[in-house]
């Protein structure tokens, strides 16, 4: 599992956003959005490199936990 840090994300659509972006990385798996902290884990073994870039090309730089 990896827990990922995305400070920008405040709403609903943002999530929506993470998620989709998330989803679409090979090996993702399930995505676990928690807004009120903005961390988001992703259970599956997909790189967090990938995880990270993903997130980044849709707006949403992160870092990991």
Known sequence: ???LSVPDMSCNHCK???E???AAV???GAVT???A???VEV???APAAA???ALDTAGYPATVD
């Open 33 to 35: 959005v928690d807004l």
């Open 20 to 22: 989709a972006a998330l």
């Open 51 to 53: 995880l990270l870039r």
């Open 16 to 18: 929506a956003t993470v």
């Open 43 to 45: 259970a599956g073994p």
């Open 26 to 28: 090979p090996e993702a």
């Open 37 to 39: 902290a903005r961390k």
């Open 1 to 3: 599992m990896t827990t």
